[in-house]
């Protein structure tokens, strides 16, 4: 089955003590992305990824790493996570090729809802 | 600057009752895509429709239908005779053509299907 996976669904932590997030996805897609979606915000881009070892910021890039050394994993690293950073995660991917996410629409992960106190 | 709003922040009807979700949108470029989807209570993002800025048709697929006026930069979504499956959070994204990988995201619309 055709799918994102993002581990863990839930995860409450502490401030500042470092945490990743995984994402997986089977459908060999070049593009994968991350989001934050907060109360009326809809959802802000973190970073994203057109391929393997090319990544750039997107809006919200702040307090958030990412690396993508394989096509099908894309983790979200918080070095030293806060309070502001308690949110729903999403990770998503988009078809190959071209001037994504223009030809493609996107396969989005279940989220992560991460709590940070 | 690209913009995306969505005015309704929650709508509310009955089971049956036909409701429009709206969208407007501000972008520079003639070339850009227009995109809705639709976040149930289980969380998920599932896309529901894309359009280019050079197809002004109606869409309707089952019981949804979209109307794109560029006139009004508007790509409002209609569900008709609404059913409880039908109830989750609907967020309108509009991406440009000279800025690749992005997409611009409405606040979305929280609709509530009442049986």
């Known amino acids: 089955e055709a799918q994102v996976t993002q581990n863990p669904r839930y995860l409450i932590t502490v401030t500042g003590k470092k945490l990743t997030v995984t994402c997986s996805q089977n459908?060999?897609?070049?593009?994968m992305s991350w989001y934050r979606q907060d109360p009326g915000l809809g959802l802000r881009q973190i970073y994203y990824?057109?391929?393997?070892?090319?990544?750039d910021k997107g809006d919200v890039p702040e307090g958030y790493k990412v690396s993508r050394k394989e096509k099908r994993n894309f983790p979200l690293i918080l070095e030293s996570p806060s309070p502001n950073q308690t949110s729903l995660y999403f990770c998503a991917s988009g078809h190959e090729g071209g001037r994504l996410p223009h030809n493609s629409p996107l396969h989005f992960g279940n989220g992560t809802r991460l709590t940070v106190t | 600057a690209q913009k995306v709003t969505q005015a309704q922040t929650e709508i509310s009807v009955v089971e049956k009752e036909d409701v429009t979700l709206d969208c407007v949108y501000e972008t520079r470029d003639t070339t850009y895509y227009l995109f809705w989807y639709k976040q149930p209570p289980s969380g998920e993002l599932v896309f529901l429709i894309r359009?280019?800025?050079?197809d002004e048709q109606n869409e309707i697929s089952g019981r949804y239908s979209w109307n794109f006026q560029k006139s009004t930069s508007s790509f409002n979504f209609t569900i008709t005779a609404s059913q409880v499956v039908d109830s989750a959070v609907y967020f309108c994204a509009l991406s440009e053509w000279t800025i690749a990988y992005q997409l611009i995201w409405g606040a979305g619309t929280k609709l509530i299907i009442k049986p």
């Open positions: 359009r280019n800025s050079f």
């Open positions: 990824s057109m391929n393997v070892e090319v990544t």
């Open positions: 459908m060999n897609h070049e593009y």
